[in-house]
C-alpha cells in the first residue's frame, strides 16, 4: 500500500493507495475518530459489487450503517437527488458527528461529497473512488458538486474529505472503456508535472492496460501525488490549480456538442489534450516531436485523438467555449506545454490559431 498526504494544514487527509483496502475501512475509520453512524452512498452498479463488504468493514469496528443506492450515471449529479439524499439521511437521523461514505465513481463523489458538505452545514466524509478517473482526480481536492440545465458542476462546495482509499481490485470489474478514458487524466499529469510519468506509461501502456497490480498501485499514487501537490498549493482555483484543465478547454466544448452522448469525458479531453499539444507546439514553443509522442500515447491508450466536424459543429464549439464556466471576462483560456512535464495556464489564444489546431485533429 502507498500512503500520500494531501497537505491542508487542519483540513489534511491521507490517501491510501492499493489492494484489499475497502476491508480496512473501519479500522480506519476508527483511527479519525468518526462517529459511530455512517452513511455509506453508492449507485445501482457499484453497491451490488461492494458494499456489502464496506458495510461488513464499518459494522466490525462498531459503526452503525445505512445504505443510499443512487441510480447510476450523470443525470445522478442534480438537485432533485441531492433532496432525496437528504431526506435519506434525515430519515436514518443523521446528526452532526456521522460521516458520509462516498462509494463509486465520480458522479457519486461529486454528489454524497456536496451532500456531506450541506448536510447539517457539514458532516464528516469519506472517498472510496471506484473508477480510475475517481482514484487518480475526482476523489482528490475537494471540488464537490452537482449539475443545472445550463451547465456541469455550476454548483458546489469546496469540501475535503477526511480520507480517501483508493481500492485498486475495485478497477478489475470496471469496464474497459471508463478505464481508458481515466488513462487520459492519468497520462495529463506526465504532461502536466512529470515528464518521467510520461515516459513511464510509453513503455509500459500495455501492463497497464492489463490492470498490472504494482505498475497500477505506482501510477495511481503518483498521480495523486501530484494533485495533492498542486492542491496543497492552491486549493480554491487561484492560479495553480488550473494547470489541471489541460486539454480541457476543447475537451468540455467536445462534450457540450455532442450533448455528453458520444464521448465520455477523458475520451473528449484526449481529442483535447491532442490540440493543445499542437496549440503549445506554435505558441509555447514545445517541440514537434513531443506533441507527436503525446498523439502516440492516447493512440496506444485507445482513446480517440481525432474527431470529425462540418463548418457548423466546429462554429458551435468555439460558441461552446466561450461559455465555459473557466472563461474570465469573455477570454477563453489554455493551458499549453513548454516541454513534457511543464505547463502554463491563462493563454489567450486567437481564433486562427484555434481553427489550426483543430484543423490538426481533424477527422477526415
Ligand atoms: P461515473 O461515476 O459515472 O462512473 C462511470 C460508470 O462506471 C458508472 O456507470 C458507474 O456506475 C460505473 N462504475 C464505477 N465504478 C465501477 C466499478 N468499480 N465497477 C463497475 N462499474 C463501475 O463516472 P466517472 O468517470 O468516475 O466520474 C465522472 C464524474 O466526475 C463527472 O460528473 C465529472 O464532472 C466528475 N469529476 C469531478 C472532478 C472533481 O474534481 N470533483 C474531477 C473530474 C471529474
Ligand atoms: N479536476 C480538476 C480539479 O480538481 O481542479
Given at each position: 500500500m502507498k500512503?500520500?498526504?494531501?497537505?491542508l494544514?487542519?483540513r489534511?487527509?491521507?490517501?491510501?493507495?492499493?489492494?484489499?483496502?475497502?476491508?480496512q475501512?473501519?479500522?480506519?475509520?476508527?483511527?479519525?475518530?468518526?462517529g459511530?453512524r455512517?452513511?455509506?452512498?453508492t449507485?445501482?452498479?457499484?453497491?451490488?459489487?461492494?458494499?456489502?463488504?464496506?458495510r461488513?468493514?464499518l459494522?466490525?469496528?462498531g459503526f452503525?450503517?445505512?445504505?443510499v443506492?443512487?441510480?447510476?450515471?450523470?443525470?445522478?449529479?442534480?438537485w432533485?437527488v441531492?433532496?432525496?439524499?437528504y431526506?435519506q439521511l434525515?430519515?436514518?437521523?443523521i446528526e452532526?458527528?456521522?460521516?458520509?461514505?462516498?462509494?463509486?465513481g465520480?458522479?457519486?463523489?461529486?454528489?454524497a461529497?456536496?451532500?456531506?458538505?450541506?448536510?447539517l452545514?457539514?458532516?464528516?466524509?469519506v472517498?472510496?473512488?471506484?473508477t480510475?478517473?475517481?482514484?487518480?482526480?475526482?476523489?482528490?481536492g475537494g471540488?464537490?458538486?452537482i449539475?443545472?440545465?445550463?451547465?456541469?458542476?455550476?454548483?458546489?462546495a469546496?469540501?475535503?474529505?477526511?480520507?480517501?482509499?483508493?481500492?485498486?481490485?475495485?478497477?478489475?470489474?470496471?469496464?474497459?472503456?471508463e478505464?481508458?478514458?481515466?488513462?487520459?487524466e492519468?497520462?495529463?499529469y506526465?504532461?502536466?508535472?512529470?515528464a518521467?510519468?510520461f515516459?513511464?506509461?510509453?513503455?509500459?501502456?500495455?501492463?497497464?492496460?492489463?490492470?498490472?497490480?504494482?505498475?497500477l498501485?505506482?501510477v495511481?499514487?503518483?498521480?495523486?501525488?501530484?494533485?495533492?501537490?498542486?492542491?496543497g498549493?492552491?486549493?480554491?482555483?487561484?492560479?495553480?490549480?488550473?494547470?489541471?484543465?489541460?486539454?480541457?478547454?476543447?475537451?468540455?466544448?467536445?462534450e457540450?456538442?455532442?450533448?455528453?452522448?458520444t464521448?465520455?469525458?477523458?475520451?473528449?479531453?484526449?481529442?483535447?489534450q491532442v490540440?493543445?499539444?499542437?496549440?503549445?507546439?506554435?505558441?509555447?514553443g514545445?517541440?514537434?516531436?513531443?506533441?507527436q509522442?503525446?498523439?502516440?500515447?492516447?493512440?496506444?491508450?485507445?482513446?480517440?485523438?481525432?474527431?470529425?466536424?462540418?463548418?457548423?459543429q466546429r462554429?458551435?464549439l468555439?460558441e461552446?467555449?466561450?461559455?465555459d464556466?473557466?472563461?474570465?471576462?469573455g477570454?477563453?483560456?489554455?493551458v499549453?506545454?513548454?516541454?513534457?512535464?511543464?505547463?502554463?495556464?491563462?493563454?489567450s489564444?486567437?481564433?486562427d490559431?484555434?481553427?489550426a489546431?483543430?484543423d490538426?485533429?481533424?477527422?477526415?
Amino acid at each position: 500500500m502507498k500512503v500520500v498526504k494531501v497537505p491542508l494544514q487542519e483540513r489534511s487527509y491521507r490517501i491510501l493507495v492499493g489492494r484489499s483496502l475497502l476491508s480496512q475501512l473501519g479500522a480506519q475509520c476508527r483511527r479519525l475518530k468518526l462517529g459511530q453512524r455512517g452513511v455509506i452512498v453508492t449507485d445501482d452498479r457499484v453497491g451490488p459489487r461492494y458494499a456489502k463488504t464496506v458495510r461488513d468493514a464499518l459494522m466490525a469496528y462498531g459503526f452503525k450503517v445505512e445504505t443510499v443506492t443512487l441510480p447510476h450515471g450523470e443525470t445522478s449529479k442534480q438537485w432533485k437527488v441531492v433532496q432525496d439524499c437528504y431526506n435519506q439521511l434525515a430519515a436514518a437521523r443523521i446528526e452532526r458527528g456521522s460521516f458520509v461514505v462516498a462509494l463509486g465513481g465520480g458522479v457519486v463523489g461529486d454528489l454524497a461529497g456536496f451532500v456531506a458538505a450541506t448536510y447539517l452545514r457539514g458532516v464528516d466524509f469519506v472517498q472510496i473512488p471506484t473508477t480510475l478517473l475517481a482514484q487518480v482526480d475526482s476523489s482528490v481536492g475537494g471540488k464537490v458538486g452537482i449539475n443545472l440545465k445550463a451547465g456541469k458542476n455550476l454548483v458546489g462546495a469546496f469540501y475535503q474529505p477526511k480520507l480517501v482509499l483508493c481500492d485498486l481490485d475495485t478497477l478489475q470489474s470496471l469496464p474497459k472503456r471508463e478505464f481508458r478514458a481515466g488513462m487520459a487524466e492519468v497520462i495529463k499529469y506526465g504532461i502536466i508535472w512529470d515528464a518521467r510519468l510520461f515516459s513511464t506509461l510509453e513503455a509500459q501502456i500495455g501492463s497497464l492496460l492489463k490492470l498490472d497490480a504494482t505498475l497500477l498501485e505506482k501510477v495511481v499514487a503518483r498521480c495523486c501525488q501530484i494533485k495533492a501537490a498542486v492542491v496543497g498549493q492552491d486549493e480554491k482555483e487561484g492560479g495553480l490549480r488550473a494547470i489541471l484543465n489541460y486539454g480541457h478547454t476543447i475537451g468540455h466544448a467536445i462534450e457540450a456538442i455532442t450533448r455528453y452522448g458520444t464521448y465520455l469525458h477523458g475520451e473528449a479531453i484526449s481529442i483535447g489534450q491532442v490540440a493543445a499539444g499542437h496549440l503549445s507546439q506554435s505558441l509555447t514553443g514545445l517541440k514537434a516531436k513531443d506533441a507527436q509522442r503525446i498523439e502516440a500515447l492516447f493512440k496506444a491508450t485507445g482513446l480517440p485523438t481525432r474527431i470529425s466536424l462540418n463548418a457548423g459543429q466546429r462554429k458551435r464549439l468555439l460558441e461552446a467555449m466561450q461559455l465555459d464556466k473557466k472563461v474570465s471576462q469573455g477570454q477563453v483560456k489554455f493551458v499549453l506545454a513548454a516541454r513534457l512535464g511543464k505547463v502554463s495556464p491563462g493563454h489567450s489564444v486567437e481564433t486562427d490559431a484555434i481553427h489550426a489546431a483543430l484543423d490538426s485533429v481533424q477527422k477526415n
